[in-house]
């Protein structure tokens, strides 16, 4: 069955682009690529329309009223035409079995989890001149990148990982049937750095939902970048997450049935 890729994108245009062209790149191309934008700006544009005719895109955004990550993914769902989706950030490029991968892994109630390769800030400058083409194992060992040792691909179905893997929201799939059946993401959290990926897994696991471990198999590599303190956000996302936990619900309050209740903005 067919697949929707969901990207969440801020403002880093020039990472979108290269990700948008690790998308073209790959063995199983996304039936529909979703561009989740929290936030209103023209100057994605024209990326979108160097890449429409590529790609099958559907842009979707919202006024920037601090951050709304959930927000944006529940509208993403909503928009999604096929039964498996899988969200990446719009910083992550992709290698080329990702989508393969994911889509050959996911059944009904079984979510899949990857990792991600954090480039070193070098191996990011010369991938933003030159494209993904200039990402390479030994140079990225040579210039330090972190994890790099989860930049190996195994085709082979019998070699996998049998750790327990940590969802992460920049590298997973889902059956949208049971993302509905948990009422999508939480959209209380509205902090950046806690809460996306956790919140929903627990309520996932709560539920009876079980995870695929995708290391060695839906490889990418994130871009580096900057990255401001948010501890205090952290610890207030992380707090929320503990009591929400206590009372132990897998189908959260604040979720895609709310979608109707409008900010007042709009």
């Known amino acids: 069955m067919s697949v929707s890729l969901i990207i969440t994108v801020y403002k880093d245009y020039e990472a979108l682009a290269l990700v948008l062209d690790s998308i073209t790149k ?89 990792r991600r390769i954090d480039l070193d ?32 691909y195994i085709k082979s179905p019998l070699v996998s990982s049998k750790k327990t893997p940590k969802l992460l929201g920049c590298n997973m799939g889902w059956c949208k049937s049971d993302l509905i059946a948990l009422n ?25 939902m079980s995870a695929k471990n995708m290391r060695w198999k839906a490889l990418q590599y994130h871009l580096h970048h900057e990255r401001p303190d948010r501890e205090i956000d952290i610890s207030k996302s992380r707090e929320m997450f503990e009591n929400k936990r206590e009372i132990g619900y897998f189908y959260c309050e604040n979720g895609l049935s709310n979608l109707e209740q409008k900010f007042p903005h709009e």
């Open 184 to 208: 999508g993401f939480d959209m209380d959290y509205t902090l950046p750095g806690y809460g996306e990926d956790t919140d929903l897994e627990f309520r996932a696991l709560r539920s009876g």
């Open 26 to 114: 790959q063995t199983l191309l996304p039936n529909q690529v979703i561009i989740a934008h929290d936030t209103i700006d023209e100057g994605i544009q024209p990326i979108l329309s160097a890449h429409s005719h590529s790609l099958n895109l559907l842009h979707i955004d919202q006024v920037d009223t601090g951050f709304n990550k959930n927000r944006i993914l529940n509208k993403a769902i909503l928009a999604s035409n096929h039964e498996y989706l899988v969200f990446i950030d719009g910083d992550c490029l992709l290698h080329r079995r990702f989508i393969e991968e994911h889509r050959k892994n996911l059944v009904q109630r079984v979510f899949t989890a990857g």
């Open 121 to 152: 800030a070098k191996t990011s400058k010369n991938v933003r001149l030159f494209g993904i083409e200039h990402i390479g194992f030994f140079r990225m060992l040579s210039n330090r990148t972190k994890r790099v040792e989860e930049a190996f």
